[in-house]
């Protein structure tokens, strides 16, 4: 199973493998970035890789890897293969990394393949223009593979289909005006009904928080509904799996501590549309570091009116050349006319929101959440 799209692609990638596993089958799970460990981004039923393992992959690989100059990240997709076939897994579940027809990930022909929303991101390397990304993005589709896609936007659905009917994929859209209702939080997750060409279902649960996973299950269904035999999955297959579904960073509340690795404008909508439906106990303070090539000051400026404050500091494993400019967001917020702290002391930065608020909110990249959950203590980034 191969899923690509900009934001819900990891989230609907963990329901289908969560899917799969309550259907029986042995399901490794191949998901980027990671937040504390490399290893957290190969998992066989739950388990993820072990240093060993990977470092033991990583030199048998070594040397075609330099031959071949590969990238990290082809490194990486390489050695989750390995381990995949090492480990028995009976079916894969491969989150794109960036993009999609050039992506690592594209040496896969998958039994289905699904794009969830498309939003302009890495536009550096896919292009400034929606149209442009939504056909790198349908670069995974594959002739008479099925490809199915929730983009909500008309226009971007077209060039989607377009492009994955051009390479003989079977294309698919369940645009979720109409295929979805009732959507509702539910205890730890999100309860809503669902219609797809195949069924009717009603009162559906996803262990996740948050209106816009209501969408990404709904292309987790309607893949696994997809799927030939012998991985055909039943219904109740179907429950089992969405109720089932764990993922650390997805608006994900561990006591007064609240983690979403929303990390462009769009993450950031669907963040403050979760924060609306499900709020938290307040005073609502957020605690946001975000990469200087994204777009921080729409981030901004859609965060700031959803809580009751905000910090703004620097990730420690943000790439230096990629850390943004606290001086320069700090003159920005102000000429916005956002109250805002700047704190380039991170733990310093935690501590102090922890002193002002009920609920500290942890977002604006994997590298913020991932350096947070390390230094506070009981929280496992696959628990």
Request: with cysteine; aromatic share 6%; charged share 20%.
């Amino acid at each position: 199973m191969h899923i690509g799209g900009t934001n819900g692609k990891g989230s609907t990638a963990a329901m289908v493998a969560a899917i799969l596993r309550a259907a029986g089958f042995r399901v490794g799970l191949y998901t980027s970035p990671h937040l504390v460990s490399l290893c957290e981004r190969m998992v066989v039923d739950g388990v993820a890789a072990s240093e060993e393992a990977v470092a033991a992959w990583v030199g048998r690989l070594e040397e075609a890897a330099v031959e071949r100059d590969a990238s990290f990240f082809e490194i990486v997709t390489a050695v989750a293969c390995a381990d995949f076939a090492a480990r028995g897994v009976e079916i894969g579940v491969i989150e794109v990394g960036l993009g999609g027809r050039l992506d690592a990930t594209n040496v896969v022909c998958p039994l289905a393949a699904g794009v969830t929303r498309i939003a302009l991101e890495h536009t550096e390397y896919l292009g400034g223009e929606i149209a442009g990304i939504a056909r790198e993005k349908a670069g995974i589709a594959k002739p008479g593979v099925p490809f199915v896609t929730t983009e909500p936007d008309d226009v971007v659905a077209a060039v989607l289909e377009s492009e994955a009917r051009g390479r003989g994929a079977r294309y698919e859209r369940l645009a979720p005006r109409s295929s979805l209702g009732g959507v509702r939080p539910e205890g730890r997750g999100t309860a809503f009904d669902l219609v797809t060409p195949r069924r009717r279902y009603t009162a559906l649960e996803v262990g996740l928080l948050g209106p816009h996973q209501a969408e990404n299950a709904a292309l987790a269904v309607r893949l696994a509904e997809l799927l030939p035999a012998p991985f055909a999955v039943d219904e109740e297959g179907v429950r089992a799996g969405l109720r089932s579904v764990r993922l650390a960073g997805r608006f994900d509340l561990r006591g007064r501590w609240l983690f979403d690795v929303a990390h462009n404008p769009d993450g950031v909508r669907a963040l403050v549309s979760a924060l609306q439906a499900v709020p938290p106990r307040g005073p609502l303070v957020a605690v946001v570091s975000v990469l200087r090539d994204k777009r921080w000051p729409e981030m901004l400026t859609l965060l700031a009116p959803a809580v009751d404050g905000l910090v703004l500091t620097r990730a420690p494993s943000a790439p230096p050349e990629r850390a943004w400019s606290l001086e320069e967001v700090g003159a920005w917020a102000g000429g916005a006319g956002l109250t805002a702290r700047v704190e380039p002391d991170f733990g310093a930065a935690l501590d102090g929101a922890a002193r002002r608020a009920a609920t500290v909110l942890v977002t604006g990249s994997f590298h913020t959440v991932g350096d947070a959950m390390v230094r506070l203590p009981g929280i496992d980034p696959l628990a």
